[in-house]
């Protein structure tokens, strides 16, 4: 989907900004920050400032088209898919990769009935160092 058909599913104005940033995310394997977004995107000649790179990935959040995940204390955003979804996520490069639905909401269903829990939502990101990291690649 273009950024524009994303961004009006959503319910988005398709703005330079918002479009500049779905497309900076669009392919990227790993979470990025918005202070890392903003570097790469002036150091790319986009005049954005890094307000409109936290209000943007913010506004993308909240609707939706991003998951947020957290770095260092700060919020790290990634474009995933559109289907219910898990991440497992890299501490050295930051990459991410999605985990199907299937083989978190076993575990969860099976611990919530053993505990005689009603689940209502659930986020699970398990956290870890990948293997192009642990082979120094």
Same mark, same amino acid.
């Given at each position: ?7 009006? /599913? ?12 779905? =497309? ?8 990025? /920050? ?6 790469? +995107?002036?150091? =790319?000649?986009?005049?954005?400032? +890094? ?7 913010? =506004? ?31 501490? /050295? ?45």
């Amino acid at each position: 989907m273009s950024p524009d058909d994303a961004l009006r /599913t959503a319910g988005l104005r398709a703005t330079r900004q918002r479009r500049s940033v779905l =497309a900076s995310l669009r392919q990227r394997p790993d979470a990025v /920050t918005a202070q890392d977004l903003h570097a790469e +995107l002036r150091r =790319a000649g986009e005049p954005v400032g +890094l307000t409109t790179v936290y209000r943007t990935l913010t =506004a993308l959040a909240d609707a939706g088209l991003l998951d947020v995940l957290p770095r260092d204390g700060e919020q790290a955003f990634r474009r995933c898919g559109d289907v219910h979804h898990h991440h497992l996520v890299c501490e /050295t490069c930051n990459r991410v990769e999605e985990l199907s639905a299937d083989e978190v909401e076993r575990w969860v269903s099976d611990a919530a009935a053993r505990h005689g829990f009603a689940v209502t939502g659930h986020r699970a990101d398990i956290f870890g160092i990948c293997a192009a990291c642990r082979a120094g690649v």
